[in-house]
Each structure stands twice: as C-alpha cells, then as structure tokens.
C-alpha cells in the first residue's frame, strides 16, 4: 500500500489524535480478527483513511479499550470496536495489498513480493466472498494500470484516471445507506485516488529513472510545477467532494486530513526531500 493519506498529527486536537489512534487500532484488530493474525502486517494508513470516511455517514462507532497484541506490557489503548465500516475497510485492505505484491512481482521480479502475495492468497479470496465489488474493481483497475505501465504512456492523466476510477469503485461497495453520502464518499475517493497516484509517481520518480521502473513523471519529461499542478488540483476536487458530507464520526480527523494533512505532504514531497512521503510527518 501507499500510506500517503494521513493527519498532520501536531495540528490535531488531542481528543482528535486519541480518535485517530483508535480507528488505526481498530482496523488492525479487524484485520487480525477477520483474516488472521498475520494480516495485521499490512494494516495501511490509506485503508484507515477509507474506514473512517465509510464510518463518516453513521453515528460514531462504540470505543472499547483494549491490549494491543503485539504490545502487550503496554496499557489498554481505545480502538474501535466491530463495526461494518471497519469490516468493509479490512476486506478492501486486504485485496488492495495482494493485488499490489502481484504487481510489484511481476514488475520487480522479486522474491519477497511474490512470498507476500501468497500468504495473502487466502486471505484476499475470503474477503473478495464478502466483498465481490471491491475485488472486481481492484482485479479490473490493476489490469488497466498494468497495461498503461507496459505501453510506457506518456500521458499521465491515463494511468491517474485508472487508480482513480479504481478507487471509487472500491468505495462503492461501502456500507453507507444514505444515497447522497455514497456518492460523496465515491467522490472524494476517486480524487484521493488521483493524488495519491502523482504523489507517488513523484516520490519514486528518482528511484525509478535509476532502475528504468515506468514512471509517468520520467516518461514523460515533467517537471515539479506540473506535479504539484495535479496533486493540487486532485486535492481541491477531492474537498469540494468531501465538503458534501457532514460527517458524524471522525470530523476533526477527516477534517485534518483534508485541509492540512495531504497539503503538507504534498509540500514536503515537491521540496525535493526524496522518498519520504510514507513515512514521515
């Protein structure tokens, strides 16, 4: 996964970052409760950023206090308890991970990816049985972008729009009732989508001249200018988008993540600071 979408963490409120923390939390006890212990090693920012945002359009989920099983001398820390938001996230997490191994392997032709994407076999079948719309739209959008990727386009715009449209076809099969919420969820998905596609293509832009990886960005010979061109204007559909929801969970977080969080990243990932857009701030 990316893990591109996340707070700027100094600007949240601390009832906010405690909220935040227990929707990271409770994702990754989805994942192990629904898929197995081992799937909590691809818990992603970007999926807790889609369970959130599935779990905008309800009443805020009960919050129960719990171990973390890997860090279990530590005090019990709130996480989100079962909820069909957080179900529909893990299940989208899942596949969206193996698919994305199966891509690395058959690009990189290395071990590891292939070993992941093995592992998750199973699991990723299990959640496709609940979830067939999210995987028909992950199976479909890879396809496209693979085939993109081995044309070498020189149009951007194709292989943004196929990770897009791929992401509002994943946000789809969300379990929100309300019509209007949907399509706003739908939305802001597919915009996120686009940015996180250019900010990754940028980020790796440098990595990937070196081993000759497709990368829209070097095929194409743009510039930062163009870059933050893209980022900025996915980032302004996106909230235009978003600002059709009235969240009643996870307002302050969404809120941040909107107007602040993707802004500084955007910012730090133009400044020329290399690959470090998924892990720092």
Known sequence: MF??????????????KALYDAAYCGLCRTLGKEFGQ????????????????????????????????????RK???????????????????????????DDKNDEKRLLPAVGAAILKGKAENAAKKYPGVEMAVKK???EISDIEREKCTDIDKP?????????????????E????????????????????VADAWDDIEKDKKSGAYNPFATAGVDSARAEFLMNISLNEAQKAYDLLEPN????????????????RSERLLGGKGTEGRNNE
């Open 3 to 16: 893990g591109y979408i996340k707070p700027l963490e100094c600007e949240l409120k601390v009832k906010d």
């Open 38 to 73: 081992t799937a909590r090693a691809v818990l992603s920012f970007d999926c807790t950023f889609i369970a959130m945002l599935a779990a905008s359009a309800s009443d805020m989920p009960k919050i129960d206090s719990r171990r973390c099983a890997y860090k279990t001398f």
């Open 76 to 102: 019990k820390r709130p996480c989100v308890a079962e909820c069909a938001a957080f179900e529909f996230a893990a299940a989208a997490n899942i596949i969206l991970a193996r698919y994305k191994l199966l």
């Open 141 to 143: 959008g890879i396809g």
């Open 160 to 176: 943004c729009d196929a990770f897009a449209r791929l992401m509002r076809n994943v946000a789809a099969s969300a379990p929100v």
């Open 178 to 197: 309300d019509e209007g919420s949907l399509c706003a969820i739908k939305e802001v998905a597919y915009h996120m989508g686009r940015w996180v596609y």
């Open 249 to 264: 969970a996870f307002r302050g977080v969404l809120d941040n993540i909107m107007y602040i969080g993707c802004r500084r």
